[in-house]
């Protein structure tokens, strides 16, 4: 019998100016981890983060969990549209060593059945060591039409880079993986 394994580690990144200061509650980084509590069946472990906009900051703290506080996987909710401080997308080009545009691409189709606007969305996702980073939206909904879109991959790409192992419920999301 094998030994179980270790719970994944999930960060959940919230990018705000405003929520950072306190002035705007955080509603992106809650419904991450409501979604992720729903539809994963495996142990994880989920740390949750706020950060100012801003490419160094955001940067800084993916670097941070990835490296330090070695998260299998990232979500970084926020700063994905074309506003000036909006630079989510270039703090994760700053620290991935692989881009996977497939991911930014399958969330912008999935919110563009929603809504017009989601074509200013700048999602995408990468990895950096064994740690899968996805940029997601900051409102709750898109949050959920993107990781329903997205996320029957996610667990195979996690085995692929060596990360921790997750399971979802098939009856929300049913995990691709190809038969042994």
Request: glycine share 8%.
């Amino acid at each position: 019998m094998s030994a179980p394994k270790p719970a994944a580690r999930i960060a959940i990144l919230t990018v705000s100016d405003r929520a950072s200061k306190g002035e705007y509650q955080d509603r992106g980084g809650p419904a991450a981890e409501d979604w992720l509590r729903r539809t994963l069946t495996t142990p994880v472990e989920i740390l949750r983060r706020i950060t100012p906009d801003g490419r160094a900051e955001v940067a800084t703290e993916l670097r941070d969990l990835a490296d330090n506080w070695r998260a299998d996987l990232i979500l970084a909710t926020g700063g994905t549209g074309p506003s000036p401080r909006d630079q989510t997308p270039e703090a994760l080009a700053d620290v991935i060593n692989m881009e996977l545009p497939g991911f930014g691409e399958a969330m912008r189709a999935a919110n563009g059945k929603v809504v017009a606007t989601a074509i200013l969305s700048r999602q995408t996702a990468g990895i950096r060591g064994k740690t899968l980073i996805i940029s997601l939206p900051g409102s709750p909904s898109a949050i959920a039409t993107s990781l329903d879109s997205i996320f029957a991959a996610v667990p195979y790409c996690l085995d692929l880079i060596g990360a921790g192992w997750i399971e979802t419920d098939p009856t929300l999301i049913k995990a691709h993986r190809p038969k042994a």
